[in-house]
């Protein structure tokens, strides 16, 4: 330091001491001279004060900061660490950007808000997570992410110590530091430990933590929780310790104070139904919890957070009944603090009222005895040597008694709750490390402070302590690692404290020794105290109390009372009451208090003495050691356990003692400094050197102290040494380590000061220089200004006296014209005013004489009216009164009977009535209906009647006509009777016709009414389905309007969530089948087989299940099919088709089986004939001769057609065995195509002839018959059969398909029957002039045809009986329904209101899934059908093109075999041949083994081009299981692939790549035409034939998805340790970025020092990479733009999280920096095509944040430009970022709170205003796009080098 610098010279500010605010900031007014008594100070409100210094007065005043030093993240980076320097850095830190934390070396300073911040969310921890520690802003997540590194990195365990005054933050800031290990280290399995963990929180916030004074949850009872970690570093269980619980409380509440809160949740939810047994009522009905008179907190719902306690303990595994019972020990501890003591009169007794409800709910609760609990509640067992003694208890013994008795039971309670949470919280697993988090109470005092301060201050003395070495030890490695001098620093030392309480006879001692005198007494305690320690320098007297004693900490001086300390100590509760409760009929109660039996001591060697007396029982085991003993225990084991570990502190302080949000008492908060040891901490470090600045950024930040000679030396440290020597004189001043130079106290300021001079006087030249030019150029300006002004002054001045002289010659025309026309309008005025006047006087004195004559007889009239108006008016009222009563009366009793109508409607007895007026009616119309039904069966039978007579007279007549016939030449008389035989038949026959019409009319209007009534009950039952469904409504209103509200907020959250859903299911798959490969990796392969369907051609034909053995024109076309199938498939394929073989035989079997049938017909009728009939004509036997050559030329034809069937068997059987296919493969496909074509053309003539020859022998038969033949009947019965086999019956019975394909057929059947019928009406109209025996051959035909009638009113008598049926079953149903809704109706009817609104609200749910369920089947069934109807299109189209290429090649001229041989050999169609057994071999050198580089020369996506190839292949022969095996094989062969590859970015590119190349292949050649047209003919020809893959690129398609994800998590994986180093902290810009002193955590041991940050160029060239990559490996253009939008979406999120989280790089070189560097990421979008991927847009935040970091903040102006300007970044990003925003220079300004505040008040309509922290693992829903290819398949080439030899091209 130069010799002449004076630190106190004028303007200098200090800090001065102030009684209200601590620390007052004043300047120097005046340069201050070593020696003189005062300083002169100017404060912050213009007052000047005299300060005296000197040595008789006060020592100079502290020194301030620098501004720009104002405000650090790191209290050690300040220059002048001291007092009020950490206190106003902490208060402008608190207040202006609302910085709750701050750095403290290796503290962290936590000050409680008092409000809710956004700065603990999911996106924070990940920004915290694997970041440096001084790197980021202060934060709790920074301290817990430290100790999560250095535990992976060390490999030794951790622990964090929060600590701090009540009410400071310290249980908050501990669960914030647990929840950042639950979500960085969560655990690998599906345990949930994390979520366990975290769920203890509540549970011990219930039990432990209550509201004091200070704070509304502050928690009483330490605790040390050891989170276990494996060594893979996640977590696997976790443990708890608890240290002095304030049981105190539990009977005790100060004013405004509460018990613990699980008393308050339980009480608010006391109207629960599980709850009602317990007995309690609202908390302020119990002694223990109204003490405070304020049971509840401002903003706090119990009863909710009881709901979160209860979930708590089920996610910790406590059974329903545990909980239970804790319910019930945690209610009988309020009944017992309100049993009542009475009294005695004697006073030294008491007793307990028997029929006292409390101690009834007690007793109840515990399941103990009431009258034991009564009497050892007022009396106590007293044991001697010799007897044993009742002693009675007095009322406030007995108090005292209850009061101890309830501490101990929620003690117990306490401890078994929290063993029962580490028993969860514990692991099977081996524990590798743990990360202990200590939340303990700080040092406390208070007016009175008792035996609870005393443990907690004792407490505070041990961890200040281990605080102290710490830092020193952590002091002393720095500079032993740099190589720096090491001085002893003086600290102070508490030791001599701590031995004063915990030594040999100190004060524990003293306590106990006193509490095991059996009167001994706080007193006696106290004077033995004053005996021992009197001496001490940290004991003390008071002066005006006996009772009290003073102990020195290091914090305060703190006054004890002795009261009450021996009672706390000894914590006494009667063995009696134990015993009562250790008998309780509750096993949880009773295993509270029946602890373990302690461990036996060993054995003396000395004899044992029995006495002669029994010895007295020793006092409870519990009880045996006191609560001081068992607290300085466990405070050892504990600071055993923190100094095996790494301690991390955090230091909570509590801003004020109002609570309110950003309010700061600096009184109260140097109180906490001094007390936490904040600052000692500054002190050691201000004792030696307390700035260090590396090298690096030393030379940066004063190379403008430099000169230029020293500039050109390249070694920066001799520059910085040169430059240090020259400015500092003082060589203890500073010292140069290894790599840092170190600096005490002050240096840094006064370097800062040289700096600013610098700057200033370089300033000050460039203003001169500057005002000058200004100055100049304003004059020039000024002067020409002049001149003109002048000119054109002149020249407006003689223009403006021109107008004066015109204006006042026209002004003295104007005047003389207004004064003429102001004149004579003023005359014609009143003139016009006396005419009125006049006029109106007169009507007024004329219409007042005639007013008066009018008013008397007017006065008459009125007296006239009025006194009929007020008779009528009497009439009226007396009338209207009546009619008012009338109509009161009637609306009651009309209201009543509304009231009446409307509880019957409601009632279930109205829906009975109802329903029985409902089944009367069915009931009438069952028996109506059944009275149809007889009448019905009577007609039947009448009908049946009618029949059998006429089958009788038709039989009779058939007699007597053989009698004709036999009696032929007496037949003119007969003749005569037979007419009026045949006449009487016919009219019986129109009668019976008419009876048929008569009964289907009365059968149809039968129907129609029973219709009708069935569509009226159906309307009825939907009536009263609706009024119940109203019903239902109206009840389900109410509750659904308070869940619209909630459900309206949770389905907008499912909708905004719906976009990402099925990409982040298709990561959960991913995830699912790598875990699944890893567990069944062998079955992986047959587990994986997703469906497919087959096309139509190459189905087998169904056979028919039609019985009937004629020839059919279906079977015909299933013939045709199989010619077809045969030409499609090839012979190969139809060889191993059985179906084909299978048909032709069914076909011959079933021709056969027709003419057996007609020839057996034909003989049988032949012998018929022969054996009765006469000879026949010769035409007839003609006609027999030519039908029996038609039957042999059938036979003949069957045996040629199984001729052919064998050869043709024969040949496909040889071509099956045969290996050689070329010459013997066409002989066979030309004879198999010739004999199939062949037995169709056979197959068609024989039809026609078996129809020809059907038709021949009816006819003939027919023809045949004649008068002399006698049995001519039975010839016709054979004929009729025939007929019916024809009848339409049998064509109901053929199939749809069969009647479209043969038309034939249809007409085949009626054609024998309109025959029949106009031969018949041929010969009735021509009986007058037939002779007899045509007469004869009519009647037979009259008799058919009337069997015929017969036959069809049969059939539809059947049918209307079928149709009753069906009526009969639909009345059931109905009935059935009905009686099914009244028992619903009974059932609703009984139940409450709330069930019955439940229950139907389940039948409603179960009706409409029932609905649901049937139309997706239905849909299902739809698309099933629609998909298989566009498969057959598909197919039917391709027959066509196929048939029209065939005949196309039909019509060329034939080729040779050896032409035809080389056409085929130089045709490539794009397909490989891949044999079954080199499957296997194909994947492994196709997708396994292949390298990116291999085929890199070659076209890109290779690999997809082979295997749909050979997917092709697999396709033209048909082989499904070759196309299933393949894709799967192939599917996941690849996910084998990218599972080895995890983190290679080549070999994922590589097969995303494939992948969405297979994917598009499979949708360029599947035959639709929505993909293809863009294809070329020949593309068009290679498309798949017969499988429709579409379930297979559903399933490439998800494959393309996850490679997707895995390329991207690659590729930020490789480029987000880049993104902050290029982004933020590396110098595009050379010289402009500047650098500021750094405090402790820049020098963290977690820093990495020895690795280089990255360049913006470093980052630019690694996208290049990925661009390229992508590129070679043929990745579509959308896809590598889709990719670098997410790169460039991930590069903007953590450069400006890290901009939101970093107050260094906020200033607004940085600003320049960042945004230089944005431009130069647009640019390269631009050079590589990629600019119009919407990957710039990604980058507006960060463009954005950088020109907010650039702009003016001073104006509203500025505000509203700002506003407009970061429209992409929220209203909280922006107040975050000016509140960073820091100078990195004296002249630069910081933002103001005022324009800050204007910002935040400023209403903006912005989606995510509440957001602080983009989202780093958002990712944009990906597309796939359809992109065919142009390439042709056949003209692909595999290269060798994939050694795919085994694969041949077809």
Sequence with gaps: MAADYNPYCKYTRVWIPDPSEVWKAAEIIRDFKEGEPELLLRLEDDTTLAYPVGPKGKPLPFLRNPDILVGENDLTALSYLHEPAVLHNLRVRFLEPNHIYTYCGIVL??????????????????????????????????????????????ERNQSIIVSGESGAGKTVSAKYAMRFFATVGGSANDTNVEEKVLASSPIMEAIGNAKT???????????????????HFHIIGANMRTYLLEKSRVVFQAEDERNYHIFYQLCASCSLPEFRELGLTSAEDFTFTSLGENIFIEGVNDAEDFKKTREALTMLGIKESSQSSIFKVVASILHLGNIEICAERDGESCHVSRDDL??????????????????????????????TYLKKMSKKQAENARNALAKHIYARMFDWIVEHINKVLQSSSKQHSFIGVLDIYGFETFEVNSFEQFCINYANEKLQQQFNSHVFKLEQEEYMKELIPWTLIDFCDNQPCIDLIEARLGILDLLDEECKVPKGTDQNWAQKLYQKHSSSAHFQKPRMSNTSFIINHFADKVEYECEGFLEKNRDTVYEEQINILKASQFQLVADLFNEKEDVAPPKSSRVNVRPAKPTPRPANKEHRKTVGHQFRSSLRMLMETLNATTPHYVRCIKPNDYKEAFSFDSKRAVQQLRACGVLETIRISAAGYPSRWTYPDFFSRYRVLL?????????????????LETLIK?????????????????QVAYLEKLRADRFRSACIRIQKTVRGWLQRVRFLKIRKTAITLQRYGRGFMARRHADFLRQTRAALICQKQLRMVRDRRAFLRVRRAAVTIQAFTRGMFTRRIFKEFLLHHKAMIIQRCVRGWLQRRKFQRSRAAAITLQCAFRCVRAKRRVQQLKVEARSAQHLKKLNSGMENKIVQLQRKMDDKSKEQRFQNEQLLQVNSSLGGEVKLLQKKLQEVSSLQQGGGGQLASLHDELQRLREELQEAHALRGKLQEEHA?????????????????????????????KILKLTRSSAEEGSRASLQEELDEERLRYQNLLKEVSRLEQKYENLKEEQSFSKFAPGHRRNASTLSSQESDSNYTSISTSELGDTEDTLQHVEDVGVEAAALDLSVFLKLQRRVRDLETERGRLQQQLERGGEHRSSEAPPLSEQDAADLTYTSLKLQDVEVENLKLRKDLLSLQKAVSERVGLSDPTNELQESHTLLMSQLRSANEELEARKEEVLILRTQIISSARKEQSPAQKEQSPAQKEQSPTQKEQSPAHQKEQSPAQKEQSPTQKEQSPAPLKEQSWQDGAIVSEQGSTPPEEQEYVCAGECESKRLLEAQLQAQTRRHGDELTALHTQIELLKADIEKKQELLNFTSSLSPEDRVEYSVQQEITRLTNDNLDLKELLEKLEKNERKLKKQLRIYMKKVQELEVSQAERTRPPLSRQVTVQRKEKDFEGMLELHQDDETLLQKKLIAEISPGSVSSSVPCLPAYILFMCLRYADYINDDQKVESLLTQSINSIKRVLKKNTDDFEMTSFW??????????????????AFMTQNSVKQNEHCLKNFDLAEYRQVLSDLSIQIYQQLIRVAEASIQPMIVSAMLESESIPSLAGVKPMGYRNRSSSMDLEGGGFTLQALIRQLSLFSCVMSEHGLDPEIRGQVVRQLFHCINAVTLNNLLLRKDVCSWSNGMQLRYNTSQLEEWL???????????VCLEPIIQAAQLLQVKKKTTQDAEAICSLCSALSTQQIVKILNLYTPLNEFEERVTVSFIRSIQNRPQQRPDAGQLLVDTKFSFPVLFPYAPSALSLETLLIPASLGLDFLSRV
């Excluded at 790197?135 to 992976?152: C, S």
């Excluded at 101690?359 to 007022?378: A, D, I, K, T, Y």
């Excluded at 209007?1005 to 009226?1016: A, C, F, Y």
């Excluded at 995303?1552 to 035959?1567: F, M």
């Design 730 to 746: 003082e060589p203890d001043m500073f010292q140069f380590g290894k790599t840092k130079i170190f600096f005490r106290a002050g």
């Design 358 to 387: 409390h101690l009834q709910h007690f007793s109840r609760l515990l399941g103990v005895e009431l009258q034991q609990m009564e009497h050892w509640l007022c009396h106590r067992k007293l044991v001697t040597s010799s007897e």
């Design 1552 to 1569: 995303l790549a494939n992948t969405s190349r297979l994917l598009h292949c499979l949708k360029q050649y599947s035959g639709d035409q």
């Design 707 to 723: 000169k230029k000679s020293d500039m050109t030396l390249a070694d920066k440290k001799l520059v910085c040494k040169n430059l």
């Design 1005 to 1033: 209007n039968e129907k129609q009414g029973l219709t009708q009534r069935v569509e009226e009950l159906q309307k009825e039952n939907s009536l009263l389905k609706s009024e119940k469904e109203e019903m239902n409504q």
């Design 213 to 231: 004074t200070r704070n509304d949850n502050s928690s009483r009872f330490g605790k040390y929780i050891q989170i276990g970690f494996s060594r």
């Design 1726 to 1736: 631009r050079a590589n095509s990629l600019f119009q991927s919407k990957a710039s």
């Design 109 to 154: 300073v936590a000050i409680n808000p008092y409000d809710q911040l956004h700065i603990y969310g999911e996106e924070v921890i990940r920004a915290y997570s694997g970041q440096n520690m001084g790197d980021m802003d202060p934060h709790i997540f920074a301290v817990a992410e430290e100790a999560y590194k250095q535990m992976g990195r060390d």
